[in-house]
């Protein structure tokens, strides 16, 4: 299949390239055992990932100013540490744990995929993580980004607009150029309305053994896969 | 010795990581010699260089908004041309020719030691360069950035404060977690009094044989070498 004329991939992080789900349920059963807490991990990890959708929605209804992911994550870190009814010891263990962000692993296709990639694309991000987020987790993972983009660039969060436009804009790039990669079919959907390519991975696991989303492409995207890899296959890469 | 709990190191580009004049020479030289134009390419690129600094003097006095380094440099280009006497034979040629400076040519040391020091710390640039500029270099040259920061983050230049406190912020460090590197004493300074460690890597031939400044360290940073290699050699990379 030829590329199309695309330059450059840009990728969604959180569930398409790194597994959030286990690498935090692993941190949060080691620390649970630390401290005597008696709680499920993955459990904890949900519901933790629960909050993120609804934290950035007063950023993107323009009813307050940007704030970096890391911020947020540490507001709902805190509500969930509290419907545990469980406390840390002090703000840097409260800190140590938020950033278990920045030390996500990734699937075991991203490595090889992203690597085959890079030589033939640019290769950004374009996740609603922070820039030192991203950054940390890709030194963490060996993700060869070529730089980050995404909500920090932009001071907002996917799917608005912007988060897309302004990432395209400084690649200096038509979005027609750029292909939006990403397990999430609502993200592909805004990407393709501002004239991105778009490609389908599917991460059936990302929610654990019962998914009930994304669990097939829902649109014609220009690539439907399986997994990085078989996307470097499909690129020529 | 010893990083001095150095996290990231942060660079300028022009001069420090690449050799700007003799890869633009050469481009020009070769244009010359298709056009049949009778010039200089090191007079070209010196006199193309010459209004860089100040192409930024209006968004630096916030006299006009930020515009990207590509259309400073355009501009600059219609002007030498002007100067000389020739003309492209279509805006197509222009921009090609313009975008001479996203194919710059590393120093021998630069790969190599950027290499090594990526394995250590985070590494971005921090360049007046906007961000496709410093990516399609970066896939042209091979320079292993972890992320771009610099003036388009800032939308605004160097030496202007808000340029490097934009990078570091970003980044999630203090000043004094990063390093700034550069073979220009000016740049280092402006970083200094913001905190940033400093490291001067001494580029004697950047103007030419006869370089009449940044011949030598003028204060007392934190490193001066005169290689990529020997400041990885001196952070312990």
Known sequence: MADQGVKA???????????????????VDALAAAKGWSLD????????RALYQPSMQPVRRGEAPYRRLDDLHRDSLRVVLQEYDVALDSEEELEHLNKVWHRLHPW??????LTRLKKKFILATMSNGNVSLMVNMAKFAGLPWDTILGSEPAQNFKPKSVVYLTGADWLGLDP???????????DLGAARKLGFKTAFILRP?????????????????????????ELADKLGA
């Open 205 to 229: 696991t990302e929610y654990g053994p019962n998914q009930h989303k994304d669990n097939e492409a829902e649109s014609d995207w220009d690539y439907i896969t399986n997994s990085m890899e």
């Open 108 to 113: 075991p296709d991203s490595v090889p995929g």
């Open 41 to 48: 991990g993955a459990e904890f990890a949900a519901r933790w």
């Open 9 to 27: 991939l840009v990728f969604d992080v959180f569930g398409t390239v790194v597994d959030w789900r286990t690498s935090v349920a692993a941190e």
């Open 176 to 186: 027609s150029q750029v292909l939006m990669t990403a397990a999430h079919n609502h």
